[in-house]
C-alpha cells in the first residue's frame, strides 16, 4: 500500500508509523458506546429525512458511483451527448402529460411569480428542452433525480425521490432502428450489472389500441382500460377482469376477448400470426404495430439480443405519451429479490423487484410543445436503477468484500508528539506528487488515548 | 480516428464510407433554416425553463463534466469520502440556519403531510447527517445543486438553481489542522481551474465580535452590523458607514473605528500587530481568533499556500452559523471577468466574477440537531462552481478548440442502399469489442436529400 514517492520522503518515512487500522479500530468502540448509551434525553424536534428520501452515506455513494461508470460508459459508446435540466419545470410544462398520475407531482409553495412543480420524469423536460431549442435530431443520455408523491415501498427499493437513468434517440431515422438500439443499450447495461438472468417484454400501443378495438372497448375507454392491463404484473387476470367489468363497466365478453389476447407470448413468429388473426387484421393499427414488431425482431437478431426479449400482449404502461412501440425489463432470477423486513414482527420476506428498466416511442410529445405542432419523433429507455442500487447493496452486505469508500493511498502519522510540522511537510508533498494522503487527527498516543475516552 | 477492429472488420469497411463532417454540415445548414425562419405562429403557452433556472447542454456538460473530474480528483486526493442528501429537507430542519436570508428559502406546496423546503446549501443537511447517525469523525464531499430565491444575474454565473461543491472536516483535530486543510484544497483547485491569478482572504467571527465589542456596538447589533460589513466588497466605505449609522442606528464614533480595523489586511504579521493593539487585546474572544490566525498562517507556511492568502478584517460572510475562521476566495486578474450583455441597448460590460470559494468553521451547527446538544466541531470550503462555468464556457467560445460532446470513435454508414444489414451487424460488432460507435440515419445520399430538404 505504500508508495515510494522518492528517497526524499523515504528518509523522512523512517520516523513515521504507518496506521491503517487505528481509525477502524476507533470506529467500532464507538459504536459500541452508542449502543450502550441508549437514547435518552427528549428530542426536541424530529431529526429525519422527508418521507419517501433517503441519504446516501459513503458506502452507498461508492456503489451508486460503480453503477453510474457502467451505464454512462454503455451510453457514451452509442455515441450519446448529456444535457441536464433544472429539477423544477413551469407547472404547465408538466399538465396534461401523465395521465391519471399526475395527481402525484409535487408542486412548490406559491411565494409569488412563476407556478412550479419538481420534475416527475426525464421525457417532458427533454421534450420542452428539444421544442425550446429547436433540435430535430440528437441521441442524449440524461441522469437525474425526479420526484413523485407516491406510496414509497422503500424496502423494495422504491422511493419518493429516486434517480433515473435515460437514455433517447430524437429525430427521423428508418423505422424500429432506434427502437432496436434502445433494447440492445438495455440488454448491454443488465448484463454488465451482472444481476442475473433477465427478460425484455416487447408490445405496441398501437397493437394495444387496436385490440381494444376489436374487442369492442369503447373509444374512450381505451385509456382507463390500458391501466387496468398495466396491472397484470401485480394482480392475477381474474382480479383485472372483474376491475374492467364492475368498475370501469366493460362488457363481460370484452374482457374475456381481452383476456384472450393478453396471455399471448412469443417472438416474431407470434407477431406474424396475429397478422393474420381474423379479428387482430381487422384493425389498421393493430396491423401497423405488428408489422413494426416484425421488423423489430429482425434487427435485434442482428444486434444478436432476441434471447432475452418476449413480445407480450399483456404489456401495457401507464404513460400517456406512448405512441408506439413499448417496452419493460424485469429481473427473473428466483435468487435477485430484495430482503424486506416486515417491521411490524421483524420478519423477513423474498419480495420480487420488479421491472429495472422501461421505456418507448412517444412521437407526438415535442409536437406539444412547439408552438407551430412540429413532431419530433423520439424513442427512450430509462433504466430504474434505485431497484439496482438495492440489489447491489444488499450484494455487497452479503459478500465478504469490503466496499472501499476512500482512496487513500497513504496515511501519514507518528508515534510521539513534536512531528507535527514534518507530517504536514510530508502530506503536503505527497498531494504535490499526486498522491492520495490523509494525516491522522493527532499523535499515535495521544489519537488513542483521547479516542478511548470518547468511548 | 478509425480504429481497426480486426481484419474481418476491416474487410467490411471497404463497403462502408465512413463520415464524421455530415452532421455538422446539417447542423450548419439547419442553424440558418432556424435563424431565416424567424418565430410566425403564436405560442400557445411558455416555452421556458424556471426563472433563474437554465439547461445545460451538451457542449456545456462537456466543460461541466471536465471541471467536476479535477475537483473530486482533489477530494479524493485528500482521502475525502462522499455522501448525498434529498434535494428537499423537512421544513424545521432548515429554520434558523440561515438568518436573514431565511426569507430566500424555496418552500414546498402543502399537499398534505410533512411541510418541505428545498435545501438551500449543503452544510445543514450534512449536520442534519451528522447528527442523525451519530457521526463525529468524517471528511467529506458533496457536489449537488442548491435552491435560493435570489434575484438572479444569470449573466454573472449567478442562478436560483446552482451547484454546490463541498468539502468538510468533521471532528477533533489539533487547532487550525482541517482548517488549513480546506484552504490548501481551495489553492489546488483554483490553481489547476488555470482561471488565473485569485486570493484568499481570511478572517475569523471572534476576531469581528470582540471588535465589534471593543469599537462599542451593541451585543444585539453584532449580526446586523456584521451584515452591513459584508457588503464591503460591492460598496465603498463611505455607503458602508452610512447604512451602519442611518439604517441601523450606531454612533458616528463606532462607525469610524469599526473602518479603520476593516481597512486592514495582512498576514501573520498583521495577526501578531493586532494582539498588541490596545483596543483590539481587551477583548479575550478576538485574542483567541488572533493566536488561530497565527497558527493557521504557520501551518498554510509548511503547505506552501501563502502567496495567495490574505488576512483582511473586512471579509465577513453573511451565514448565522459560522463560529470561527471564515475565509473567501476572489480572481484577481483583469481579464478574469465575464461578458455581461445589457438587453436594453446590447451593449457589453464586463463584471467581476465575486467570490469563486468560500467556508469557516462551524462548530456549533451540529448540536442544534442533536437531542443532547452534543457539538462536532467542522469546517469546510464550497466552491463556487457555476461561475467558474461561467468563465470556462466564455473561454471555450473565445477559443478556435471545438468542444467534443460525444466520444464517438466510428461512424458507421455506406454510400448506397441495401447495406443496412451490415451496418447494423458492424456496430453492433464494434460495441461488443468496446469500441465506441455511432449508424449514421440512414444510407448516405438518401441522408444528405433527405436533411437538405428539411431545411
Chains 1, 2 share one sequence.
Not at 459513503?58 to 429539477?87: L, W, Y
Not at 440492445?184 to 405496441?204: A, M, P
Not at 405542432?373 to 452486505?397: D, L, N, T, Y
Request: with cysteine; proline share 2%; glycine share 8%.
Amino acid at each position: 500500500m505504500l508508495t515510494n514517492a522518492g528517497s526524499h520522503l523515504e528518509q523522512m518515512f523512517t520516523q513515521l508509523v504507518f496506521v491503517f487500522q487505528i481509525d477502524e479500530e476507533v470506529a467500532k468502540l464507538l459504536e459500541l458506546k452508542v449502543k450502550l448509551g441508549g437514547d435518552e434525553g427528549k428530542h426536541q424536534f424530529v431529526l429525519k429525512t422527508a418521507k419517501g428520501t433517503r441519504d446516501y452515506n459513503p458506502k452507498q455513494m461508492a456503489i451508486r458511483e460503480k453503477v453510474f461508470n457502467t451505464i454512462i460508459s454503455c451510453f457514451k459508446r452509442h455515441g450519446a451527448e448529456t444535457i441536464d435540466t433544472p429539477v423544477f419545470e413551469l407547472k404547465e410544462t408538466l399538465t396534461g402529460k401523465y395521465g391519471e398520475d399526475s395527481k402525484l407531482i409535487y408542486d412548490l409553495k406559491d411565494q409569488g411569480g412563476e407556478l412550479l412543480s419538481l420534475r416527475y420524469d426525464l421525457t417532458v423536460p427533454f421534450a420542452r428542452y428539444l421544442a425550446m431549442n429547436k433540435i430535430t435530431n440528437i441521441k442524449r443520455y440524461h441522469i437525474a433525480k425526479v420526484y413523485r408523491r407516491d406510496n414509497p415501498a422503500m424496502t423494495r427499493g422504491r422511493y419518493r425521490e429516486f434517480y433515473q437513468c435515460d437514455f433517447d434517440i430524437a429525430g427521423q431515422y428508418d423505422a424500429m432502428i432506434p427502437d432496436a438500439e434502445c433494447l440492445r443499450i438495455v440488454h448491454e447495461i443488465l448484463s454488465e450489472l451482472d444481476l442475473g438472468d433477465f427478460r425484455i417484454k416487447v408490445n405496441d400501443r398501437r397493437i394495444l389500441d387496436g385490440m381494444f378495438a376489436v374487442c369492442g372497448v369503447p373509444d374512450d375507454k381505451f385509456r382507463t382500460i390500458c391501466s387496468t392491463v398495466d396491472k397484470l404484473d401485480k394482480m392475477p387476470w381474474e382480479e383485472v377482469k372483474k376491475e374492467m367489468v364492475n368498475e370501469k363497466g366493460l362488457s363481460e365478453e370484452a374482457a374475456d376477448q381481452i383476456g384472450e389476447y393478453v396471455s399471448m407470448q412469443g417472438g416474431k413468429d407470434l407477431a406474424e400470426r396475429l397478422l393474420q388473426d381474423q379479428k387482430m387484421s381487422q384493425s389498421k393499427q393493430a396491423c401497423a404495430g405488428l408489422s413494426d414488431i416484425k421488423l423489430l425482431f429482425s434487427y435485434l437478431e442482428l444486434f444478436k439480443v432476441t434471447d432475452k426479449v418476449v413480445f407480450d400482449l399483456s404489456l401495457a404502461r401507464g404513460l400517456d405519451y406512448y405512441t408506439g412501440i413499448i417496452y419493460e425489463a424485469v429481473l427473473t432470477q428466483a435468487g435477485v429479490a430484495l430482503v424486506c423486513t416486515d417491521a411490524q414482527n421483524g420478519a423477513e420476506e423474498s419480495v420480487s423487484v420488479g421491472s429495472v428498466a422501461g421505456g418507448g416511442r412517444y412521437d407526438g410529445l415535442v409536437g406539444m410543445f412547439d408552438p407551430k405542432g412540429r413532431k419530433v419523433p423520439c424513442v427512450g429507455v430509462s433504466i430504474g436503477i434505485e431497484r439496482i442500487f438495492s440489489i447491489m447493496e444488499q450484494k455487497a452486505e452479503a459478500s465478504a468484500e469490503k466496499v472501499r469508500t476512500t482512496e487513500v493511498q497513504i496515511m501519514v502519522a507518528s508515534a510521539q508528539k513534536n512531528l507535527l510540522e514534518e507530517r504536514l511537510k510530508l502530506v503536503s508533498e505527497l498531494w504535490n506528487a499526486g498522491i492520495k494522503a490523509d494525516i491522522s487527527r493527532a499523535d499515535l498516543i495521544d489519537e488513542i488515548r483521547r479516542r478511548t475516552s470518547e468511548v
